[in-house]
């Protein structure tokens, strides 16, 4: 548990850190469309709940990438 720490808390690669902010804003956009006042097709909300998911992926994964080459 202490290494995801200090992983997450290491420098993070410029590359990485476009891809997290990328991870983020599709997070928000699959949340946006799955909590929307309208009633929706089944399809878009399945689509909307595979964008979160997938941007939360994308996310915590740019954020565990460090550029420290001793591990």
Do not use: C, E, H, W
């Amino acid at each position: 548990m202490k290494k995801i720490i200090t992983r997450a808390s290491a420098p993070t690669p410029k590359f990485f850190k476009v891809l997290r902010n990328v991870g983020l804003a599709m997070a928000a956009i699959g949340g946006t469309i799955l909590t929307a006042p309208i009633a929706l097709p089944v399809i878009v909300t399945t689509i909307g709940g595979y964008i979160a998911v997938a941007g939360g992926v994308l996310s915590a994964a740019s954020q565990l990438s460090t550029t420290d080459d001793s591990q």
